[in-house]
């Protein structure tokens, strides 16, 4: 009885009841990545065919050509975020730190075990770098689901996929980093008011980070409370094992000059040394550009020596194909929402924008652009693009109420980052590399991310809500 009992029928929770229709109906519903952003797209045609007056079909098509690959086109943008999650793989994959995701991934006993192990280190991996984040839950959900023998594979990756979530808070914000850049395009609040707000005045801040703490217990708890009692036996895990990137052989033959070249650690010692002067001369400047290079530079050193280095970057680069694909779709959403017919009308951004914060108070007005963040989002999955849209509305709607402060536009920035980083559990635009390391699909993970996003709802609604008194 005993043994039929624990591997038989199970009583399930509140929690796990909820996750399994959630998981049912994405895998019943949920279109490829690609066809979510096509479909998107139309539903932004259709918006402005009702909302915007004047709109015509040749004005909507250019307007799309420009977000593609016209002139307002976010090719440079989409490159440093591409570079950022590629630099923060290669990162990953350096023999030291293989090393240490492997050591880790043998300690859990269990899958809850596995699934709270991925989401703890992906959570202190995005604080440090999203890039960096999201490669260490996948790859380290891939390691520990291949150790276990009684283990649901999309859990435990989705697990590791929770800790995105916190990556605004983090060092890699893209919209706290752009506050900080004069030279940024994507610093709305210097553009609008010729004041820079610094870290210390929005992740720094103890609503941010008390915030991240809370979030941290609640997913975790979560995570727990939502464990499957199906396991993935279809799931071959020693082809997982075997996917891991192998060392390349070595020349058996006699060394040529280029070989000696590829072998040269001190031209990565000295690739490390350039960029961390810089870094020093800088005045320690954090940026999207920064970030890049710091994770770079790293990623070079840890390698060892060049060859090694470009492999593990040549192999990193191959997650990003989906996200090449898509990120012109999702510039053309940018182009769309930025359409008027002419001066006098306002384009849907704007439209969206406005009619989210009308009404708005100095105390709601960082809870409403929490909202419209995570509404905006399904359109644009990017901090820093989605800002670009955003950021204006609501930077614009504080100076008319008076507010002008770092402090409080630094709040009203890191609302609009919040909503961004919750939608991320139901836009899977950032799952794309995730998916690609697991080579899972998107169905098998998203089922578990809505109850995610669920929670982020409550936990970052609700600093919003006290942000504006403290």
């Known amino acids: 009885m005993t043994g039929a009992t624990s591997t038989g029928i199970r009583r399930r929770n509140l929690i796990q009841r909820f996750t399994d229709l959630c998981v049912r109906y994405v895998e019943r519903f949920m279109p490829d990545p690609y066809l979510f952003a096509v479909i998107l797209t139309l539903v932004v045609v259709v918006m402005i065919l009702l909302w915007v007056p004047g709109a015509s079909g040749s004005g909507i098509i250019q307007s799309w050509y420009q977000g593609v690959w016209g002139t307002n086109n976010i090719f440079t943008f989409a490159l440093q975020m591409v570079?950022?999650?590629?630099?923060?793989?290669?990162?990953?994959?350096?023999?030291?730190?293989?090393?240490?995701?492997?050591?880790?991934?043998?300690k859990p006993r269990n899958q809850v075990e596995g699934a709270l192990l991925c989401f703890g280190a992906a959570a202190v991996a995005n604080l440090l770098n999203w890039g960096l984040g999201l490669v260490v839950g996948a790859l380290l959900g891939r390691r520990v689901f291949a150790r276990l023998s009684n283990a649901n594979f999309g859990y435990m990756i989705a697990a590791g996929y929770m800790g995105y979530m916190l990556w605004t808070n983090g060092l890699?914000?893209?919209?706290?980093?752009?506050?900080t850049d004069t030279t940024s395009k994507l610093n709305v609040i210097y553009t609008l008011t010729h004041q820079v707000v610094p870290l210390d005045l929005t992740i720094l801040q103890p609503y941010s980070y008390v915030t991240v703490i809370v979030a941290v217990a609640a997913?975790?708890?979560?995570?727990?409370?939502?464990?499957?009692?199906?396991?993935?036996?279809?799931?071959?895990?020693?082809?997982?094992?075997?996917?891991?990137?192998?060392?390349?052989?070595?020349?058996?033959?006699?060394?040529?000059?280029?070989?000696?070249?590829?072998?040269?650690?001190?031209?990565?010692?000295?690739?490390?040394?350039?960029?961390?002067?810089?870094?020093?001369?800088?005045?320690?400047?954090?940026?999207?550009?920064?970030?890049?290079?710091?994770?770079?530079?790293?990623?070079?050193?840890?390698?060892?020596?060049?060859?090694r280095f470009i492999r593990a970057f040549t192999e990193a680069a191959k997650?990003?194909?989906?996200?090449?694909?898509?990120?012109?779709?999702?510039?053309?959403?940018?182009?769309?929402?930025?359409?008027?017919?002419?001066?006098?009308?306002?384009?849907?951004?704007?439209?969206?924008?406005?009619?989210?914060?009308?009404?708005?108070?100095?105390?709601?007005?960082?809870?409403?652009?929490?909202?419209?963040?995570?509404?905006?989002?399904?359109?644009?999955?990017?901090?820093?693009?989605?800002?670009?849209?955003?950021?204006?509305?609501?930077?614009?709607?504080?100076?008319?109420?008076?507010?002008?402060?770092?402090?409080?536009?630094?709040?009203?920035?890191?609302?609009?980052?919040?909503?961004?980083?919750?939608?991320?559990?139901?836009?899977p635009f950032w799952l794309l590399p995730v998916l690609a390391i697991a080579k899972l699909n998107v169905r098998r993970v998203m089922g578990y991310t809505v109850a995610a996003f669920l929670v982020g709802f409550v936990i970052f609604g609700v600093a919003m809500l006290v942000v504006p008194y403290v």
């Open 83 to 106: 570079l950022i999650l590629v630099s923060g793989y290669t990162l990953a994959e350096a023999p030291v730190v293989k090393k240490g995701l492997n050591w880790l991934a043998s």
């Open 172 to 179: 890699s914000s893209s919209i706290a980093l752009a506050n």
């Open 219 to 307: 997913l975790a708890l979560l995570i727990w409370k939502m464990a499957p009692h199906e396991t993935d036996d279809q799931v071959d895990r020693e082809a997982l094992l075997a996917s891991e990137p192998a060392e390349a052989p070595r020349n058996e033959g006699p060394r040529t000059f280029a070989d000696r070249l590829e072998g040269l650690w001190i031209l990565n010692v000295a690739l490390f040394l350039a960029g961390a002067t810089f870094f020093v001369i800088s005045g320690f400047a954090l940026n999207i550009s920064s970030m890049v290079m710091l994770f770079t530079i790293l990623a070079a050193a840890l390698h060892g020596t060049p060859i």
């Open 319 to 427: 997650t990003c194909g989906p996200l090449l694909l898509q990120y012109p779709l999702y510039g053309g959403i940018v182009g769309l929402l930025a359409y008027a017919p002419d001066t006098h009308t306002s384009p849907l951004q704007v439209i969206i924008s406005s009619a989210i914060v009308a009404g708005a108070s100095v105390a709601t007005l960082p809870f409403l652009n929490f909202l419209g963040s995570i509404v905006i989002s399904l359109f644009i999955p990017s901090g820093g693009g989605h800002w670009a849209v955003q950021g204006p509305i609501a930077v614009e709607t504080a100076l008319q109420m008076g507010q002008s402060s770092p402090a409080y536009l630094g709040k009203i920035s890191m609302s609009v980052a919040a909503g961004e980083a919750v939608a991320n559990m139901i836009q």
